[in-house]
């Protein structure tokens, strides 16, 4: 099947590692996938690449624009989406147009719509959620998601949570799946790396490594986490934190770490590139992710349970759709963070069961939540015969 996918990100990061995912995902399906990406925002070229180009420094320059001025261009894009999807569907003559949605963006179920080809929308952003940039347009966003949901050919949702807040604001929707995120259990396998070589070149020979991977968001409580760590730290003497990424509250976790003379105890290498994600996963025995929001899959969440590394993560529902508690991970009730350090310093003498729930955690990774999975389930909403 011809496959037009369709997206308006700027394709870095976890966005691109999602789109790359889905679209290979569907080509070792047997599919012609042919991906359409915004001017300078193609996932499938080199991120260092893409960013030194002009294209990815105007793409940078448009997303930091001002609130209302950025979503009239948001806006105006459609006029773009235009031109160049009807141009793509009389060269690729696609029978099915998949796209990754975006607000204020109904171009492309209009088109689909007239032109009769199947389009299904993947949703991991919306008007209906707290959002990173402040929505400003709010009412007109709202109507125009409230249309694409409704006639689109099938949606894609990333939490039941998601799916049910759609649902409640705007009534019946089009037929849709659940499909949190995934992992690629090639480049995420604890096989490919020596773990005692790389914990000793990290200076982190004979701990035991509880880490975590992510932006340093205040919604992601690594600080707050940080700071109620730090003073018990000793109760777990053999315990030492990896804190992967960069953000807004890096500088206060570093100042703090400083500050209790922790930097022993507590390593901050800063963001990594995605290829190199693996290899510090390796050297962890389990992981903890402080906090989370109501409707998000954490794409981390996969990767540490692919490498067999389990998580200690709070319970919004989208993550207890991926973890069962003392099973394939653990849970704690979320924005309780006394007990998520808790958690965290329990498991630090307990290796049979960090072992025992990490290895469960690869297998439900293998068993149903690869990228192939979700192409999968994609697949699903479409007519019958279509997907052939």
Not at 13 to 40: D, K, N, Q, Y
Not at 109 to 115: G, S, T
Not at 259 to 276: I, N, S
């Amino acid at each position: 099947m011809r496959i037009l996918y369709h997206h308006r990100t700027r394709g870095r990061h976890v966005e691109g590692v999602h789109i790359r995912g889905i679209v290979h995902a569907l080509r070792e399906l047997g599919h012609e996938v042919t991906l359409m990406s915004f001017p300078g925002a193609d996932p499938e070229h080199e991120p260092a690449a893409q960013a030194a180009s002009g294209r990815g420094r105007l793409a940078g320059a448009i997303a930091r624009l001002p609130g209302v001025l950025f979503e009239m261009l948001e806006l105006g894009y459609n006029f773009v989406t235009l031109l160049r999807m009807s141009a793509a569907i009389r060269r690729l003559r696609p029978q099915l147009i998949y796209e990754r949605y975006s607000l204020f963006l109904f171009a492309t179920v209009w088109l689909a719509r007239r032109r009769g080809i199947p389009l299904v929308l993947e949703i991991n952003d919306s008007a209906l959620v707290e959002r990173v940039r402040p929505l400003r347009l709010r009412g007109l966003a709202r109507r125009i998601e409230g249309w694409c949901l409704r006639n689109c050919t099938g949606l894609v949702f990333i939490s039941t949570y998601f799916r049910a807040q759609a649902e409640a604001a705007y009534g019946a929707i089009a037929p849709s799946v659940i499909s949190p995120n995934a992992a690629d259990l090639v480049r995420f396998d604890p096989g490919r790396f020596d773990r005692v070589r790389m914990r000793a070149e990290r200076g982190l020979a004979d701990r035991v490594v509880c880490g975590h991977i992510g932006v340093f968001a205040h919604w992601h409580g690594v600080d707050a986490f940080v700071d109620a760590i730090a003073t018990r730290l000793a109760e777990a003497p053999q315990l030492a934190l990896v804190l992967v990424g960069d953000g807004r509250t890096l500088p206060v976790v570093r100042a703090l770490v400083a500050e209790r003379g922790l930097a022993g105890r507590v390593l901050l290498p800063g963001r990594v590139a995605h290829d190199e994600i693996a290899a510090w996963i390796a050297c962890m025995d389990y992981a903890v992710l402080p906090d989370s929001n109501q409707y998000g899959s954490p794409m981390k969440l996969f990767e540490f349970m692919a490498m067999g590394v389990a998580v200690v993560a709070p319970d919004y529902a989208p993550v207890a759709e991926v973890i069962r508690d003392g099973q394939t991970g653990w849970l704690f009730p979320r924005r309780e963070t006394d007990v998520c350090v808790q958690r965290v310093l329990d498991l630090a003498a307990r290796e049979d069961e960090r072992h025992r729930v990490g290895a469960a955690a690869r297998d439900y990774i293998a068993r149903e939540r690869q990228w192939r999975n979700n192409a999968e389930q994609l697949l699903t909403l479409l007519p019958l015969g279509a997907s052939s």
